[in-house]
């Protein structure tokens, strides 16, 4: 097992990443606090791992809520659900919140916790690749509108994160491929060694090698919580991880969500990004090249769908948490490992990459 | 125009009292932070006072929801209506919410401000008697949920808060009287001489004399500023200034959210606590008498009702925030002017002073 650090100050974490993880109490039953647990999962994840963790946390008397499972259902109206359960099991202050799933759950799990008697403590326990790279790293929680991603949240650090390779085992390859583009991501963002590492190595991560891919979530969990403990609360360089997201949210909520995966969007979205960096003169014709053959190669979409026309991206994008006083601020490569963040670029040239990448097409 | 601090560091905050404030642009429109400003009020604020606040805000182009009125209202459905309006509108992360209304408007939108975008400013005009002296000061948000009050919330601390005292001419007797409730609480944990100036002025208030009122409204938030500062989070004497409320909210949602007015409820609370005190044997019977004069005399009721017997009581309390590990936290007076925090009340004594005081009869 490794272990890497969140370093927030009193908010530090630990995240635990090795094999049969969920086999074994510990790590996971000491970061438990108070005396009781509430395990949020989904109804795909639940048969596969549920009675494992409820084993592992049974001093607690462990209860658990089965949310639907997918994107459209990460509402307000379905955080309510867990509410009930905790309110109608009489679960007070001294709760310990268990999120056993993907992205949804654990953005929902974090954000309930966040916000139940003004805040109470929780624990990730992410299963899919994306969240184990990304979203149960960071505190960042919410739920979705209809008019715009994770547009109502809040900052709420877990106590630890807990990854079990071994559920990977089960994940369907689709959504093997929507955490790669989180993984490349890192590459693009900050680690050119990392993206290099990946054009050699993204066949293996697709076969399921174990010690594989137990290198790529190190790796992605060691940048991703280098840029949190510098900037925690966004305010600067923490957008950099946003590559690919504003055009990939405008994608997902266009679509309705639920219809793309959310690393689908963000391939698709982080192609977009390559092309306007490009036009704009930042990024070689080669690297952009590179960026799409590795996403490709990873079975991720490179095209924004055609229904969606660059018009109507540009008005999806215009709610994005990303936008300051009307003005779009964008992610954008300087090279490959090399990301800068921007609020001039013409409107022009985003229609023009955004036609180019199939918007409209 | 008389102005406190709210001491908290980096999130201090003024709180400004006064008549005819809002037939000025200042102070109100120097606290707003960014560019755009949404005004949440409810259905009878709104005819009020609607267009006073909006003319005041002019220069920032400023949005209005009106929420339906009534403690009924404040939920997590229609909390919604507040995101609808903001993302309906483009409101990005630079806008201030400004709250105008009583305690349940105040409670909204501050909540709402916590989440929206992972938390934007802003800025409280409470208009009731209640939120001037209370709920508008200290940055507790929520909402409720069918089986608790405020069972889901943040801290989220205002720019600033806005007393203007001529609003109380609008305000219903009955609301004013709940006001008064948490007026007459400072007295009783922590300003015995305070307590002694309502007794000689409770009149002079019902006749909203506006100089009584004034001191009056001034002196709370002293007291409620002064705890505040000394313990934001609540980690601990910032809970006596529940006294009363944990009965109380046990009587708001036994009756219905909505049924009782809140301020009423904790006036019936703080009389169970008085009377609790007195059969442990730490207050003198005289003190005890006092609190139910006091209350009486502003015209507050003074008995649970009849329908919510003690085992009632107690089932609804034992979803309290302030329930830890199963162990019930109680407020109760050692004097006039003296509070104390108790989780080892046995249960025979609480279910004895809830009989007494009409509970089951």
Chains 1, 2 share one sequence.
Not at 76 to 93: E, H, K, P, S, T
Not at 117 to 139: E, K
Not at 189 to 211: C, H, K, Q, Y
């Amino acid at each position: 097992m490794k272990t890497l650090v969140v370093e927030l100050g009193a908010r530090s974490y630990p995240i635990y990443i090795g094999a049969g993880l969920l086999e074994q109490d510990e790590p996971l039953a000491g970061h438990v606090a108070g005396r009781r647990v509430l395990v949020v999962t989904n109804e795909t994840v639940a048969p596969l791992y549920l009675d494992k963790v409820t084993a592992r946390l049974e001093r607690f008397a462990p209860v658990a809520v089965v949310l639907p499972d997918g994107e459209q259902y990460k509402t307000l109206a379905d955080l309510n659900r867990i509410f009930d359960a905790l309110l109608g099991q009489r679960l007070d202050r001294r709760t310990t919140l268990v999120a056993l799933g993907g992205g949804v759950v654990g953005d929902m799990t974090g954000f309930a916790a966040a916000i139940y008697q003004r805040g109470v403590s929780f624990i990730q326990i992410p299963t899919t690749l994306l969240a184990q790279v990304d979203s149960s790293v960071g505190g960042k929680t919410g739920v979705n509108h209809p008019l715009g991603k994770n547009m109502i949240g809040a900052f709420h650090q877990p106590r630890c994160v807990v990854i079990d390779i071994d559920t990977l085992n089960t994940l369907p390859d689709k959504e093997l491929s929507a955490g790669l583009a989180e993984v490349i991501k890192y590459g693009l963002i900050r680690d050119t060694e990392f993206f290099g590492w990946l054009e050699s190595n993204v066949d293996r991560l697709l076969a399921r090698d174990p010690e594989t891919l137990g290198f790529a979530i190190e790796r992605s969990c060691r940048n991703k919580a280098a840029v949190v403990a510098a900037d925690e609360m966004e305010r600067g360089q923490r957008a950099l991880l946003n590559l690919g997201h504003t055009f990939g949210h405008a994608i997902e909520t266009g679509m309705g969500y639920g219809s793309w995966l959310h690393g689908e969007a963000v391939a698709a979205g982080m192609v977009v990004a390559a092309e306007l960096s490009r036009r704009l003169g930042w990024l070689g014709a080669k690297d952009a090249a590179r960026v799409g053959a590795l996403l490709r190669r990873a079975h991720l979409p490179t095209q924004v769908p055609a229904g969606l026309g660059a018009d109507r991206m540009l008005e999806l994008m215009s709610v994005d948490k990303k936008v300051e006083d009307g003005q779009l601020r964008l992610i954008l490569l300087k090279g490959i490992g090399d990301a800068v963040i921007r609020s001039d670029v013409p409107r022009a040239a985003i229609v023009e990459a955004l036609d180019f990448c199939g918007a409209g097409g």
